[in-house]
């Protein structure tokens, strides 16, 4: 069964390290956006069934409770969804009880709020439009409305104690899902400017572990994220395994019948062509066995080997010989007959595994 990803690119302040499609909008804009989008649902040629729906941004809590109906009535006519995880970003300034009912009564089973910090001056250096104590009181909220919820971190900020004062605060909120994302430096955005500040590496990696450390009900089920065990990201999981999923939205990257594409990103352009693609790229059988290793040794269970066996029809220790060797030797992975995992130093260079298994040992030393 598909995922499907919707993605929002509205928000209320354009955050200076995001590089993502996104675009302060007008109302008027969101709703010719909306109109665009269920175009783009109802055109959709493909499977029926899917498992999770997600809608990310840019900021999904900027549309309205209506405008939000009227998209989940478009997916609910073209999909099945069986019982689905349904996932909605909401930036903390946008959480009130109202919005709260509106969503889990339109189906939303999961909320992901957008805290980054809870030191203000982090905040401010991210330049976040929400307050530490507007974060915790929206974060409040929304645990007492659902189950399930996650909140996004930034690690990898000059202020070392902001960090370990917003480990203090999600500590004692006990969240059952936590994103945590190292601060990058990305080009056409105005952090770039400033990628000579960065941290030292070695700080960097203490805090990227300090947080599995310091939250102790949480486990790191993926390298960038910990969850309470039975309320990890279905949809996300759908990523890691290299299952098929659907984008809808500019920019939005779908995943299917071995071929992987993307929308026109540019939100202008991709209104005049709901689910037109910019680019589109028929994965070959070995492409497609790379990336299900790649993306299984982003997870702490791994991939195991009947799993790519049924998959492929074929020995992943066959298949990548050389690679899993040469990663088995440096320490980033481990073998148990069962499954192939990341080990420790394997979460921390993650990045090391991808590169080893898409190029030879020449390439990459020369």
């Given at each position: 069964m598909l995922g499907l990803y919707f993605h929002i690119p509205f928000c209320a302040l354009l955050c200076p390290y995001c590089d993502f499609v996104k675009a302060k909008g007008r109302p008027e804009?969101?709703?010719?956006?909306?109109?665009?989008?269920i175009r783009e649902i109802q055109a959709f040629e493909g499977p029926r069934a899917a498992q999770s729906a997600y809608f990310g941004g840019g900021t999904p809590s900027l549309l309205t409770p209506s405008q939000l109906e009227r998209i989940f009535e478009a997916i609910h006519a073209r999909f099945d969804l069986e019982s689905p995880e349904i996932t909605l970003e909401a930036n903390p300034e946008d959480v009130d009880a109202e919005c709260l009912?509106?969503?889990k009564s339109l189906g939303v089973t999961r909320v992901s709020v957008g805290v980054q910090s809870m030191d203000d001056a982090s905040l401010r250096f991210l330049g976040r439009n929400h307050t530490a104590a507007s974060?915790?009181?929206a974060c409040r909220a929304v645990a007492n409305h659902f189950d399930s919820w996650n909140l996004d971190l930034i690690f990898g900020l000059p202020s070392e104690k902001g960090w370990w004062l917003t480990l203090e605060v999600i500590n004692a909120l006990k969240p059952p899902h936590l994103s945590a994302y190292g601060l990058t430096y990305e080009p056409r955005t105005p952090f770039?400017?400033?990628r000579d500040e960065a941290i030292e590496d070695e700080v960097f990696v203490r805090q990227y572990w300090e947080a599995a450390e310091v939250l102790?009900?949480?486990?790191?089920?993926?390298v960038s994220n910990l969850a309470v065990p039975g309320h990890e990201s279905r949809h996300n999981l759908l990523y890691w395994h290299n299952e098929p999923y659907a984008g809808f939205g500019p920019g939005a990257y779908s995943f299917l019948e071995g071929v992987r594409a993307r929308n026109i990103a540019s939100i202008r352009g991709w209104q005049a062509e709901p689910g037109e693609k910019c680019e589109s790229?028929?994965?070959s059988r070995r492409e497609q066995q790379t990336e299900t290793v790649i993306q299984g040794l982003r997870l702490a269970e791994g991939i195991a080997h009947d799993r790519y066996q049924a998959r492929f029809g074929s020995c992943m220790s066959r298949d990548f010989a050389g690679p899993l060797a040469e990663l088995t030797h440096r320490g980033l992975i481990e073998d148990d007959g069962l499954c192939i995992r990341p080990t420790r130093l394997g979460f921390e260079l993650n990045d090391e595994i991808g590169l080893a298994l898409v190029q030879p040992a020449s390439a990459r030393q020369a």
């Open positions: 804009d969101r709703e010719a956006f909306t109109d665009a989008l009912v509106a969503w974060a915790l009181a770039y400017q400033q102790h009900h949480l486990r790191r089920y993926e790229l028929r994965l």
